[in-house]
């Protein structure tokens, strides 16, 4: 369990619970019914669970397959686009295919907790 000095990604911001809890949170802070500092702790503690839970309960594994487009790595966060990609989950048969992904890789810890 993380302690809560732990700083954490706020990469699952920009996925769709991410928005919308943004979106909500500034609708309240627009109506002046809560302070931007709530809102920022309210983030913090989204980016600390969201980030807790996928580590303890995602058990699934896929594999996939594709042509690598381009590939950086900056500020020690990977970023991959890669082309014409099949996802197949470990345990069915099934297969899902894109035309294009984009995978961000960032390290289980901040630079600043090494």
Avoid at 35 to 42: H, S, T
Avoid at 53 to 70: H, I, M, N, P, Y
Wanted: charged letters at 30%.
């Amino acid at each position: 369990m993380a302690s809560s000095a732990t700083n954490y990604y706020d990469l699952y911001r920009h996925g769709s619970l991410g928005v919308a809890l943004t979106d909500a949170l500034d609708e309240l802070i627009g109506d002046e019914r809560i302070d931007p500092q709530l809102a920022m702790k309210v983030l913090t503690q989204f980016d600390r669970v969201i980030a807790e839970t996928l580590q303890e309960k995602v058990k699934a594994r896929l594999t996939f397959k594709g042509s690598l487009d381009t590939y950086r790595f900056c500020d020690e966060v990977w970023t991959f686009l890669i082309r014409n990609v099949t996802f197949k989950l470990d345990n069915n048969s099934q297969t899902v295919q894109a035309d294009k992904v984009k995978i961000v890789s960032c390290s289980s810890k901040k630079t600043d907790e090494k």
